[in-house]
C-alpha cells in the first residue's frame, strides 16, 4: 500500500485528498506552509499536519503537489531529490523554464512524475480521442473548444487573480483545452491569440487561441473567466473527414457523432453516468485511480511529463501572442 503525502491543503489539495480516501492508500498528511490550514485538512480528511516539507517527503512514498502554480517547483524538486513519485497539478509550472527544470531533476532521480491534465479522464473527452484513434472518422481537421466559468473571487484565492502567479485565464482555464487539443490532433506548429477584459480581472479574463497543427489541422480555444456567478460550461467539436464529434455540458445528450456517409446517423457516444456520485463517474478519482496503476504496472501515464511541459508551452505561447499582438512558432519559443 503506498503512502500519500500532499503539499498544499487548499481548495485542490481537498479534492485530491477526498478521492485518496476512496483508493487503497495511506493518506499520510498534509503539508502547508499555512500551519493552520494543514490542520483543518488532517481534522478533516486524517493524517498529520506536518510543520516542514522534509518531514512530510520523509514518510512517504507519493508527494501530491497541490500548491498554487507558482509554488509548484519547490515541492517537485524536493520530493524528486527524496526519490519520491510525484503527482503536480497542473500547470506543471507557471514558467517555462521551471517546469523543463521540474521534468529533469525527476528524470534524473529515476521518480516518475505524473501532471494531473484531469480532462483527458473526463469521459466525454476521452471518448472523442478514442473514436479518432479508431480511425472511423478519417483525419481530423478542425478542433473548436470553449471552457468558462466566472471571474475568481479575489477574496477567497487571491493568487488566482495575481496574473504572475497564476497565467491568468489561459494558464487555468484553457491549458486543459490546449492539452486535450494536442493530444488529438498532435503537436502544434504556431499559435495566434487574443485577451480581452469583461469582468474587470487584468490582463483579461477571455481568450481566445487558434493553433495551427504540423498536420495543417485548425484549432480554436476560448476560455473565460467572465460568464455570469454559478455558471459554468465546456464544450468541444472535432470535425474530420468522415463526420463531426460534438458535446456541450449544457446539453442533456451525451456525446454525439454525426457521419457524413449518412448524416441522419446519430452515434450513441457515451453513456451517462449511473450516479454523479460513484467513485468511476469522477474523472478526479479516475486520474489518481490510474496514477497508482501505473505504479503498480510499469505502464506509462496517459499524462507524460513531456505532454506537461508541452502543455506549459502552449500557454506561454499564447499568452506572448497576446502581449506582441502577433504569432509564436511554438517549437522556438523560449518562454
Known amino acids: 500500500m503506498k503512502s500519500i503525502g500532499i503539499v498544499g491543503a487548499g481548495l485542490i ?93 525527476c528524470r534524473a532521480a529515476g521518480v516518475r512524475l505524473f501532471v494531473a491534465q484531469v480532462v483527458r479522464f473526463f469521459r466525454q473527452f476521452a471518448r472523442a480521442k478514442a473514436l479518432l484513434d479508431s480511425g472511423a472518422l478519417g483525419r481530423p481537421g478542425v478542433i473548436r473548444t470553449v471552457r468558462g466559468g466566472a471571474p475568481p ?80 460550461r465546456t464544450r468541444f467539436e472535432i470535425a474530420s473527414e468522415g463526420g463531426l464529434i460534438e458535446w456541450d455540458s449544457l446539453d442533456p445528450m451525451p456525446l454525439t457523432v454525426t457521419l457524413k456517409s449518412d448524416e441522419s446517423l446519430q452515434a450513441p457516444g457515451i453513456p451517462q453516468p449511473h450516479s454523479p456520485l460513484a467513485p468511476h463517474d469522477d474523472p478526479y478519482f479516475l486520474e489518481l485511480e490510474h496514477f497508482l496503476h501505473c505504479l503498480e504496472s510499469g505502464d506509462e501515464f496517459l499524462v507524460s511529463p513531456q505532454d506537461g511541459l508541452k502543455a506549459v508551452r502552449l500557454s506561454l505561447a499564447a499568452i506572448e501572442s497576446i502581449r506582441t499582438g502577433r504569432p509564436v512558432y511554438v517549437d522556438t519559443f523560449e518562454g
Not at 498529520?48 to 497541490?66: I, Y
Not at 494536442?182 to 493553433?211: I, K, N, Q, S
Open 13 to 105: 489539495g481537498a479534492w485530491h485528498a477526498a478521492r485518496w480516501k476512496q483508493l487503497p492508500v495511506e493518506l499520510v498528511g498534509f503539508y502547508d506552509v499555512s500551519p493552520e490550514t494543514a490542520a483543518q485538512a488532517a481534522a478533516q480528511f486524517g493524517g498529520h499536519a506536518f510543520d516542514g516539507l522534509d518531514d512530510l517527503l520523509a514518510v512517504v512514498d507519493v508527494a501530491d503537489v497541490c500548491t498554487p502554480t507558482s509554488h509548484h517547483k519547490v515541492p517537485v524538486l524536493a520530493a524528486a531529490a527524496a526519490g519520491k513519485d510525484i503527482v503536480c497539478e497542473k500547470p506543471l509550472a507557471r514558467h517555462l523554464r521551471d517546469a523543463e527544470e521540474m521534468v529533469a531533476a
Open 153 to 232: 473571487n479575489p477574496g477567497h484565492r487571491p493568487w488566482f487573480t495575481d496574473f504572475a502567479q497564476s497565467g491568468g485565464v489561459i494558464m487555468d482555464v484553457s491549458i486543459h483545452d490546449l492539452d486535450f487539443a494536442r493530444w488529438c490532433l498532435g503537436d502544434v506548429e504556431r499559435v495566434f491569440a487574443r485577451g480581452l477584459t469583461f469582468a474587470g480581472v487584468e490582463p483579461y479574463d477571455h481568450a481566445l487561441v487558434t493553433l495551427r497543427f504540423k498536420n495543417g489541422a485548425l484549432g480554436h480555444i476560448e476560455g473565460s473567466w467572465a460568464y455570469p456567478p454559478g455558471r459554468f
